[in-house]
């Protein structure tokens, strides 16, 4: 898979994106990871990217010229099957999404920033636009790293342990059992029986009867969900 990644501020996303499990994956040639500053798209002495809105509200937005080239510059050398947009406008992102995106071939994520970005881009250019929840970020890069990470996690081969991305939270939609390590007791605090047992029936059991417990207690919106 190839993620390309279109921002003015590339530096955002070069230590999220560069460090341990995500380094690891594009080491293997699980994924290509591509950040693209927009600046070097622009043609003027400047390297203007932003401008002031027709309209005359406050704020900046985004030019379309530097997103178009740089954009169409990529499709002229590959087939792209999603180019999307962070913003708080977007449908909501969770898991579906991430294991959706996670089987496509190449994809490019725009990452807003100032007041916006001209609609010609989100109308004629962008095919999704994703929001990572109902609060507003300062640009599209955090949101833009989260989706990468969470795509990239569900890659077969991303993470050491090959069946562990598919029993996380969220998963079946349901969330994850809890899980101890050593010392057996802290503090008097006990990891419970059954995980000491040697018996994976009933520790399988146990986990699958904690993950329902904890869903319908802090998250029974996931079993009403499909
Ligand atoms: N840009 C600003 N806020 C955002 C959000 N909540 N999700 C995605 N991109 C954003």
Known sequence: MRIDILTVVPELLTSPLGESILKRAQEKGLVEIVIHNIRDYTFDRHRQVDDYPFGGEAGMVMKPEPIFRC?????????????????????????????RLSTLENIIILCGHYKGIDHRVREHLITREISIGDYVLTGGELAA??????VIRVIPGAIGDEAS?????F????????????????????????????????????????????????????????
């Open 71 to 99: 954009v169409e510059d990529l499709q002229s050398q590959r087939h792209y099957d999603e180019i999307i947009y962070t913003s708080p406008d977007g449908i909501t992102y969770d898991q579906h999404e991430a294991n």
């Open 145 to 150: 790293a989260i989706i990468a990470d969470s």
């Open 165 to 169: 991305a598919l029993t996380d939270s």
């Open 171 to 226: 998963q079946d939609n349901l969330l994850a059992p809890p899980v101890y390590t050593r010392p057996a007791d802290f503090r008097g605090w006990k990891v419970p029986d059954v995980l000491l047992s040697g018996n994976p029936k009933e520790i399988a059991r146990w986990q699958e009867e904690q993950a329902l417990e904890r869903t319908a207690r802090l998250r029974p919106d996931l079993l009403a969900d499909d």
